[in-house]
């Protein structure tokens, strides 16, 4: 037995061993009709205890799937098959090492493998068909409708490297925008999926040096790229230190990138450097960006304005398990003038929070409402998100729905009410038209689904899971008929 103590081990944060379906889960409150498709969360769930020091991104991704439909609900859960969890299947034990402490696998698993398993514990997003696991230093590996793992795309061999985590889905044309970062040149590459799954354009894009690019924006007309100082040390990973250190005094810059000159592109031409605005700022970190719009200013030139949540510094270690002293991502926006070659940048929340949410209908469009993952409790333990800031941002106003005290919350994904109209322009329609879905954990380590009305910011049903879901990260919302078979 490992004798490794990490609080991203135990209470919440505590893995799962088992896989199950469970049928007519018990429903409190009313579910709405409208409500017909399936929530779906990944998240960091390891099948064995690890080698080294364990980090909060290590682990192994566990799918939890949620089905509504006619007022009843379901409860799926499966471990994503990655080549290197299927080596330590066979071997009967943890093999390779995580962000705190790298440490190479076997020679023969390596030879088989690589030096690093792909976890796909962060993400699961529906595009073109797939359902896709994700992790942001790795491949996509695609999963069936029951959660079956069928293994790592690459878009017909098209796709070099790695994929974000956070892709974003221009709502519009369907488009699906990544990029790729890597600790070895070229650090970063972009890249354009058509709304029918196939990868169509990608580029390079210059970075100062290797970076861990968490998230990034896409507007209607823009591609927005934080080059921000969370430094790749390779030699350091390759020791057994941390793989990435905050270096501020190396600098911080955004970059723009225009969609249109982007798409124009000849086929032969494989960098965005003369396509790239860069505008230097002031050190600060992102793990997760809210939305991003285009703004016209007096029919003369234009803006982009992206909203995400800002911390001073690097806001968690890579050498140890928890901080000693957390810096605290709170709400704000940039201001970006390409021409100009100016970024303001605005604080709109001083209540710590993270996981920020739009619904996914005005991604890329002036969204009215955001909704952010938010405590009261930042800093006196790991991770411990229980409510929920509803900020009307075109007001400057906000709203808390609390899950309960002592609660565990995640992410709260928005779910559209089909039946209430809404503008695909982002200025007309109910914005807030539809229900916020979050799996909380009580004190006593009972999971429920949540569903609390995102207009009224009411509850109005939750789901009895038959068992506690381990803390994750992101989910999403997929409608029935977008759910793959």
Known sequence: MSTITSPYLQGVFAPVDDERDDDELEVLGTLPEALDGTYVRNGPNPAYPPVGRYHVFDGDGMLHAITLRDGRASYRNRWVRSAGLEAEWEAGRALFGGLSEFQLPPQDVIDRVGMMKNTANTNVVEHGGRLLALMEAARPIQVDGRLGTLGEIDFGGRLAGSMTAHPKVDPVTGEMVFFGYSPFPPFLRLHVVDASGALVRSVDVDLLGPVMMHDFAVSATRIVLFDLPAVFDVEAMLSGGAGIRWEPERGARIGVIDRAELAALPADV????????????????????????????????????????????????????????????????????????????????????????????????????????????????????????????????????????????????????????????????????????????????????????????????????????????????????????
């Open 270 to 485: 494989t960098s965005a450097a003369d396509i790239t605005t860069w505008i230097d700022v002031e050190p600060f970190y992102v793990f997760h960006f809210l939305n991003a719009h285009d703004r016209v200013v007096g029919g003369i030139g234009d803006q982009i304005v992206v909203e995400g949540c800002r911390s001073p510094r690097l806001p968690i270690t890579f050498g140890d398990d928890v901080l000693s002293e957390p810096a605290q991502p709170t709400l704000h926006r940039w201001t970006i003038d390409p021409a100009a070659g100016t970024v303001s940048d605005e604080q709109l929340d001083d209540r710590p929070g993270d996981f920020p949410r739009v619904d996914d209908r005005f991604a890329g469009l002036p969204a009215r409402y955001g909704y952010v993952a938010a405590t009261g409790r930042w800093g006196d333990e790991p991770i411990a998100f229980d409510s929920v800031v509803k900020h009307d941002l075109w007001n400057g106003t906000s709203e808390v729905f609390d899950y309960g005290a002592g609660s565990y919350a995640g992410e709260a994904v928005f779910a559209p009410d089909p039946t209430r109209a809404t503008g695909s322009d982002g200025a007309t329609g109910e914005h807030d038209a539809g229900w916020l879905l979050n799996l909380v954990t009580s004190p006593e380590g009972e999971t429920d689904l949540v569903v609390v009305d995102a207009g009224a910011l009411e509850e109005v049903a939750r789901v009895r899971i038959p068992r506690r879901v381990p803390f994750g990260f992101h989910g999403n919302w997929v409608e029935s008929s977008r759910w793959p078979a």
